[in-house]
Structure formats: C-alpha cells, structure tokens
C-alpha cells in the first residue's frame, strides 16, 4: 500500500495545521490507522491511532490538542494539530499495522517563531 502525506509546513507556536494522509488501498480493510513522527535523532513515535469502529488513542504529550479521523469513503486519514509545540516539530507519517513495511514519504512539520 503506497501512503502520501500532505499537510505540513512551518508554524509559528500555538498555530495549527491539518494533515492529510491517502492510501492507494481501501482503508476500510485496515482495522487500524495510524500517525506517527519522527524528529531528528530521536525514534519514530507513534502520535495517535484510530480504529474501524472510530476508538482513538493519543500519544500523552498531544492529548487535548491534536485529532485524528478518518474518511473511509476517499481512504484518507487526518490528523489536526492545535496549539502546536517546538516539540511537536517532526516528520509526519501515515501507517496501518494490517501491512506493518510499508510507509509513506511524510509531511515535515516545524513548529518555530
């Protein structure tokens, strides 16, 4: 499955952007859809998932500020971002645990005054 991230770009602290993630596969099969990031020299986290049934679950540093949904019908994922940190600068990736090898390129998020 080929994923393309969109969405990201430089933000002034407290600002806000929305990401965008399509999968070239039906989402609907994926039982669970996911965001991740990845800053430089550290690990990739994950940020937040969502299920097919549209249970959530957030990293604990973005709970409160970042929403993740997902449109089956256009197989696209999103993810909100509100009230963005310094921290929160990193590359974005969409990912599904249903076909755990492939990622997309990402979307590069800074968040700098």
């Known amino acids: 499955v080929q994923f393309v991230e969109s969405g990201g770009g430089l933000v002034q602290p407290g600002g806000s952007l929305r990401l965008s993630c399509a999968s070239s596969r039906d989402i609907s099969l994926f039982y669970r859809m996911e965001w991740h990031r990845q800053a430089p020299g550290k690990q990739r986290e994950l940020v937040a998932h969502i299920s097919r049934d549209l249970e959530v679950h957030y990293l604990d540093s973005v709970q409160g500020r970042f929403t993740i949904s997902r449109d089956n019908n256009i197989n696209t994922i999103y993810l909100q971002m509100n009230s963005l940190k310094p921290e929160d600068t990193a590359n974005y990736f969409c990912?599904?645990?249903?076909?755990?090898?492939?990622w997309g390129q990402g979307t590069q998020v800074t968040v700098s005054s």
């Open positions: 990912h599904t645990s249903s076909v755990p090898d492939d």
